[in-house]
């Protein structure tokens, strides 16, 4: 996409920035004098040519330096073990100059120029070649936002004020904010301008995010981009909070104990973000996998709506029953499917896996890792999964002990526990779509969603269903995987060309 595009001095300049430019062994000083003019007057002729770097642009040069310790040492030393003898340092290009001159030896044995040979108006120039690409790339759906510019980012989130952070990613921090004359509650996405990683991020998730249309999704609203700051990304502010904080924080309620989330706002979390990931999988022009489903990403809204947020990961793929290989498996610990973690392969069958696991934690109020717990209770999907088998029978044991069981909601955690126990089948065949996962948390027959033209794909065969998974043909199963598997990168094709 020419987002990252390497510079340099000339050919040999490798991909980290560092320039090979003298590499000898010989014990003539004489020679070792004559390479040195020779470089310094090829220098010249570079810069006669039209380098145009600033008088003082060479001097600003470091180089590290790899010492033997003298001639007659080299020639005396096993050229074998000649590395070990060697003592690396520091200089300038005058420092350089000075010893290469007054030296009587070859003790210089490597030079690297440490400077990436770029420079200040070149850096520019690149930078808002990248930014151009960006918008280019950006420009089918910018319309359909609005623009924001740096100093409406920073008047809304009060410079980036610590009290205004409402959490983080990997590559970003989210904070909250008003903006426009109405004063809207917003949500600023801010990402790592430092990092690489980040347009190619920030143009992904806007061109899915900008697509999604679903009162079950947190809406994007605008962007921001700014060649000296960075990337922002502003969505629409939720105000009652993570699900991961109503099931998991211990603060006290109104009476001094612990806040329970009721049963009855769990059931509507399931069905809700079930029907948000049937719209991306099946509701949209093109299959949505957001590959980061987990309870911080889930939030409520006042009137205690489950919307699903953070698409920093999403991406797209051919359609919900073809999976694809990443190289890089991105997620978090705990909710990662196993065909996903193990094999990079993504499909909308890596959502549902997910979704198992925040069902397991609606029902049970435990969280995926906890190191705390009794041996072999550390691991929640290890530990529910006999107990799930069982169905109501071990409905004391799964249940969060801060609910009841009652006549009332038995038939709903009685749908919850058979939607979790197929969710997070280890075998991909073997778990069902979302819109099973729907029919099941319903107690209906007909999958939610029928918006996709199933036919252009009835000629994909299931590659797994017939598979025996027994432990005797384990290896024969994990041969077979990866049958039938797309073999590209996804941010290679997902985006942006």
Avoid at 157 to 163: E, G, P
């Amino acid at each position: 996409m020419g987002f990252y595009e390497e510079a340099g001095t000339n050919s040999r300049t490798t991909r980290n920035g560092l320039i090979a430019l003298y590499a000898a062994t010989s014990t003539s000083s004489a020679d070792h004098h004559s390479d040195c003019n020779e470089r310094r007057g090829s220098g010249k002729k570079q810069k006669n040519n039209g380098e145009k770097k600033g008088s003082n642009f060479e001097h600003n040069k470091a180089w590290l330096l790899a010492e033997s310790g003298g001639g007659a040492e080299l020639t005396s030393t096993d050229p074998q073990s000649v590395h070990s003898s060697f003592r690396f340092s520091f200089c300038s290009q005058v420092e350089l100059e000075a010893m290469t001159a007054n030296s009587l030896s070859s003790a210089t044995v490597l030079m690297v120029n440490l400077d990436n040979g770029v420079s200040d108006d070149r850096a520019k120039e690149l930078k808002w070649k990248r930014i151009e690409s960006l918008e280019r790339s950006i420009s089918p759906v910018a319309k359909s936002l609005v623009r924001f510019n740096y100093g409406e980012i920073v008047s809304a989130t009060r410079n980036f004020s610590k009290d205004r952070v409402l959490g983080r990613g990997a590559l970003s921090f989210v904070f909250r904010g008003r903006v426009g004359l109405l004063k809207t509650a917003v949500a600023i996405k801010r990402l790592d301008k430092e990092d690489k990683e980040s347009a190619k991020a920030f143009c992904r998730e806007l061109m899915i995010a900008s697509s999604l249309h679903h009162p079950n999704i947190v809406p994007l609203l605008g962007f921001c981009i700014d060649p000296e700051e960075g990337l922002f990304l502003v969505y629409k502010f939720v105000s009652g909070g993570s699900l991961e904080r109503h099931l998991h924080d211990k603060k006290k309620g109104v009476k001094g104990r612990p806040s329970t989330l009721p049963w009855s706002v769990r059931y509507k979390v399931a069905i809700g973000i079930a029907e948000a990931v049937a719209y991306l999988h099946n509701g949209t022009e093109r299959c949505v996998v957001h590959r980061d489903i987990k309870p911080s990403n889930i939030l409520l809204s006042s009137k205690r709506t489950p919307r699903l947020c953070d698409f920093g990961l999403a991406t797209w793929t051919s359609a919900p029953s073809i999976p694809f290989l990443c190289k890089t498996v991105k997620g978090t610990f705990g909710y990662l499917a196993p065909e996903y973690f193990q094999h990079g392969k993504i499909s909308d069958k890596t959502d549902v896996y997910a979704f198992g696991v925040v069902l397991l934690e609606l029902i049970t109020g435990r969280k995926p890792i906890e190191a705390k717990r009794p041996p072999g209770e550390e691991n929640l999907v290890l530990w529910a999964k006999p107990l799930l088998h069982r169905g109501m029978e071990a409905v004391e044991e799964l249940l969060d002990p801060r609910l009841k069981c009652t006549l009332k909601n038995s038939t709903q955690i009685a749908r919850m526990i058979q939607a979790a126990a197929a969710c997070i089948s280890n075998e991909e065949s073997r778990r069902p779509s979302i819109d099973g996962i729907i029919s099941m948390l319903r107690g209906e027959e007909e999958p939610f969603y029928s918006f996709r033209k199933k036919s252009n794909f009835s000629g994909i065969v299931d590659c797994y269903s017939q598979l025996q998974h027994s432990k005797s043909e384990m290896k024969s199963h994990l041969a077979l995987a990866m049958l039938g598997v797309s073999e590209f990168e996804d941010d290679d094709h997902l985006y942006c060309r």
